[in-house]
């Protein structure tokens, strides 16, 4: 096992901690762990992550639902349109991307490069909302209110971005859930992590009827990164991941403007 290999594993256990730490965000390493340390082909790596994002999720989800911090109708509605785009997106979407997009002079967007591009679009948005973020206030608990529309369709555009670029999507679910849902911060929080585990394991699904998937090494990258959340709850006691997360905004904001200057230059 050479050393980028070992770097990839070791990057699996980062993501879990992160994920452990901030309560998210660290899904958004995971494909390009993938595809710069493991050389996964794009693709297979959005995939992978699906998969990984969503186990990991889904353990975080228990610790939750132990607090009784989880809205469950809330889940359910926004879940329903996420894991039906999400799983369309995989399933019928990603394979009729064709595998030269466009040709510009020199220049040429294949499938692959295109879905990286537009993966760190969507890191350096990810970055700019964790950045921005502005500090979290003890609030009195407000009544739970739905905007059924607003929810469907904001679940919707969540589960066709998770199927292409296959992050959890977090920094859109949550402020979601805080704006349409009325939620207190802490439950939006939990609540995400139920809805990036059904809507990315889902949605794997597709993936498993289009890839031929190497079960031996997603089994181990995604036992790492499980193992990483439990780090980061561990390491919550003493560090205060709140204070953490701006700076692993700006951390992403680079990796985001490095993918775009390695797929085009």
């Known amino acids: ?46 995939a992978y992550s699906l998969f990984v ?6 353990f975080g ?14 889940a359910v509605v926004f879940s329903i349109p996420a894991f039906i785009a999400v799983y369309l997106t995989r399933k ?10 466009i040709t510009i002079g020199d220049l040429t967007v294949t499938k692959n490069i295109g879905i990286m591009l537009f993966f760190a679009l969507i890191m350096v948005i990810a970055s700019v909302s964790m950045i921005l973020e502005p500090a979290e206030k003890d609030a009195k608990p407000k009544q739970v209110k739905y905007n059924y529309l607003f ?9 066709v971005l998770t199927g292409i670029v296959g992050a959890g999507g977090g920094f859109l679910i949550i402020p979601a859930l805080v704006l349409m849902a009325k939620l207190p911060m802490k ?7 139920v809805i990036i ?6 949605g794997f699904i597709g993936d498993v009827q ?34 953490l997360k701006k700076g692993f905004g700006w951390f992403v904001l680079v990796m985001g403007l490095y993918i775009f200057w390695k797929e085009i230059f």
Do not use: C, H
């Not at 979407?93 to 595998?99: K, N, R, Y």
């Open 1 to 46: 096992m050479g050393i980028i290999e070992i770097l990839g594993y070791f990057g699996a256990l980062i993501i879990g901690v992160v994920l452990g730490l901030i309560g998210g965000g660290g899904s958004i390493l995971t494909v390009p762990v993938l595809v710069y340390l493991l050389s996964i082909n794009p693709v297979t790596a959005t």
């Open 210 to 243: 289009n890839l031929e998937i190497n079960w031996g090494f997603l089994l181990v990258f995604t036992a790492i990164s499980i193992a990483g959340i439990y780090v980061g709850i561990w390491l919550n006691k003493f560090i205060d991941g709140k204070k």
């Open 61 to 74: 989800s228990i610790r939750n639902f132990q607090k009784k911090r989880v809205d469950l109708k809330t």
């Open 197 to 202: 585990a059904v809507k990315s394991l889902i």
């Open 53 to 58: 994002v969503g186990a990991t999720s889904l």
């Open 187 to 193: 439950r939006a929080v939990a609540t995400s992590l």
């Open 151 to 159: 929810i469907t369709l904001e679940g919707a555009i969540v589960g």
């Open 92 to 101: 019928f979407l990603i394979p009729a991307i064709p595998q030269t997009i």
